[in-house]
DNA sequence: CGATCATTCTTAAGGTACTGAACTAAGTTA
DNA sequence: TAACTTAGTTCAGTACCTTAAGAATGATCG
């Protein structure tokens, strides 16, 4: 028997308006009638019945302007969760987040190079069983599960992730694994872009607002976000920031291309640097090294910030050729590479941005390091479940669509 | 009294259906309610209210398949006409088009540089009102002017365009003044962006393709089309693909950045190498004198094919990025100057991509050259009123929209 | 302090767009 | 000619949204 589906009817509006509850944090009906496009009325009824499937929930009341103090209105937090996993080199980072995108319990394991794909799924599941028990949070209030990974993906076939790292998961029908292993929709995508739409999502960004999130982990990657929706391309691969090429006769890529932005100031790119100029480091994964090139900067050393600074130039030129190709108004550094050393990219690409943005006499392009850099991915994971589950877009979104038919 | 607007209730349905016959040429009901999300009472109700506006006619019937032969429905290219006028250094080029994007009528008048703009836009009513009745079209059917022109542009204030080419127009209103002396709603767009939705409109391109045109006239742009949709940005400025950086230690660009696709790689960078290599130019403007680069290249000079293919390299990195950063499934090279010379670009571009698009395991990125490279800003300003008009698109018009309220 | 007004939100009635089910139309197949 | 297949339409019902009017609640002012 078909548990019924919240949210899957009386979509535009119900999207529409939770969207922009989301995006304000707090807001009256009356203004939700001028922020979307619907009369009182519909607002009314939509929102009641956003209040009677327990999303929404009204907190006290606004000030007067001159007559009647306006309800205000705000997402219920706890009302659904969703369970977010970053599978990546340096380990299995998952998040349980709630409905606003915070998050409420979070786990990480070891790396998936060294086991076969089922048994990582198995041990996959086992944890969300375990933690999920740990915070006392309802399953019946978990929505699904997202999962990214760096790389190029194949997601019309439900299958998983191509990249020369993941190998062994090239052909693992990743998503339908773990559906039949937890007993909840999965969803699969590009980490960058999850991070992206967990910007929007959780930093409540504006519904209209044109943004993209460069994200640094272990590469260098971007994800796109305009008007709400997830710019995925034809094949969900948008986004590729990191295979900019910068320099034509610049040095091989492991893509295929030359001169990509992530060979020349990429992550890997900074330590194999520190490493040339004598830093000490201990070898251990790129993002261990990277953090440790990070520290150094932040004591003063000035070899760490020569090299940091250098990679910004990259960035900021991957920052610049975004905002240029998209007319963007927000770049979002994020990711743990940014959580580290953010504060160092920022003003190089803030900078960059302020003077070479074609349009920026038209407008400027603002520069923020998110507030959830380090678990960005994971926590973008969670909303790519909570979004296509509550708020979900017509075009676009193909393939989160196919993953979530076949899902239910 | 308000004419009534055709085409302007019934949003969604009418659109989607009519872009649907628009992109497939001939097609019958049940096709359509295959290839759209509506059902066949709603196709064949919508269809009707087509025919009864004269948008679209019954053309025959097609082959049986072992029942009732399908009567085959085609859009009536008579039915409505729009003007695109193009603005740029060399002259104005305008174009009468039908409802299918095929060419009425076309003129062209020089340049806009020597005049103040109330003459200029004098010129272009007047032009516009000869050649309405020399090829006998009713003005009534006649929906909309779309002007284009390079470079960034204030849409917002409804005025027009900054370039350093274009002075003397910054701050001026041009779309008002041309609606007031003209009579008609007047859109105002960038040229490789009208230029694209000209590609997707009259070159029949699927309605779910992910595309971008890359124009060559004087400058290098990119219009980019998505789920036939143009992409706009947050200020009408995106695509700009000319101001890609491809060298962070080029020269400087009139934009302000360094190493911009367009100075390394762009028509008058063809122009000035072939100057340098000794060819014998007649120092016309630059598209004159591009002109005279690709005959030479293609009487078998080397030189000018050595300059030429120099070129086409820097177009290729800009084609890469662009599919890169949007995953792509195709690529039209357009504008006068691919009109010129898209053979010898075309293949290097296409292997290009064929070698370094990130994605490349996934899906292959097709390369064209239009078939209409020397009108297409033209043709493209005619297929902004047109889908303005017939075909409205929710998101991403804003500008549009603004344009359109005004204007009516 | 009570009458009036302003603002917020809801109820009621009506219109539009879409759908499923059943039907007509026009062919093919045996 | 009868049975079947495919194309397209009619009809009644449903869902959603809007305008118009009303109810609730608080501010303003004589």
């Known amino acids: 028997m078909p548990r019924q589906r919240l949210g899957t009817d009386h979509l535009s509006s119900q999207a529409a308006i939770l969207d922009i509850i989301r995006a304000a944090g707090t807001i009256s009906r009356v203004e939700l009638t001028q922020q979307s496009s619907f009369s009182a009325p519909t607002v009314s009824t939509v929102v009641r019945r956003l209040i009677d499937e327990g999303l929404v929930v009204e907190v006290g009341h606004g000030e007067s302007t001159g007559g009647k103090r306006p309800t205000l209105l705000q997402l219920n937090p706890a009302a659904r969760f969703a369970i977010g996993v970053h599978l990546d080199h340096g380990g299995i980072t998952s998040v349980l987040s709630d409905l606003a995108g915070t998050i409420v319990a979070r786990w990480k394991r070891p790396g998936i190079g060294s086991q076969e794909p089922p048994e990582v799924v198995d041990r996959i599941a086992a944890d969300i069983r375990d933690n999920l028990a740990r915070v006392a949070v ?59 739409l967990g910007e929007y999502w959780a930093g409540a960004i504006d519904v209209r607002s044109t943004f993209a999130a460069l994200y640094m982990g272990s590469g260098l990657g971007a994800g796109i976000v305009l008007d709400g929706t997830v710019l995925r391309g034809s094949s969900s691969n948008a986004g590729e920031a990191g295979h ?21 100031g990429g992550p890997q790119r900074v330590v194999d640097a520190a490493h040339d100029a004598g830093l000490a480091l201990t070898g251990g994964d790129v993002l261990q090294d990277f953090a440790e090139v990070a520290r150094a900067a932040g004591r003063g050393e000035e070899a760490a910030v020569a090299i940091l600074r250098d990679s910004a130039r990259y960035v900021a030129v991957c920052a610049q050729a975004l905002a240029n190709v998209l007319d963007l108004d927000l770049v979002v550094l994020t990711g743990p590479a940014f959580a580290l050393a953010g504060s160092l990219y920022l003003p190089v690409v803030q900078q960059h941005l302020d003077a070479t943005f074609f349009a920026r006499e038209s407008h400027s392009v603002e520069v923020l390091i998110s507030s959830n850099a380090p678990e960005a991915a994971a926590i973008g994971a969670c909303s790519l479940v909570l979004q296509s589950e509550l708020s979900p877009r017509r075009p676009g979104l193909r393939a989160v669509e196919v993953a979530l038919a076949a899902g239910s």
């Open 138 to 196: 309802d399953p019946e209030r978990v929505i699904g599960v997202g999962v990214v990974a760096p790389g190029p993906i194949f997601q019309h076939t439900r299958m998983t992730l191509t990249s020369p790292f993941m190998e062994r998961w090239t052909d693992f029908p990743l998503a339908s694994a773990l559906e039949d292993a937890i007993g909840l929709p999965v969803l699969l995508d590009n980490d960058a872009t999850a991070a992206a």
């Open 244 to 264: 900019l090429c910068l320099d034509m006769n610049g040095p091989q890529c492991w893509c295929g291309a030359r001169g990509c932005a992530e060979v020349l």
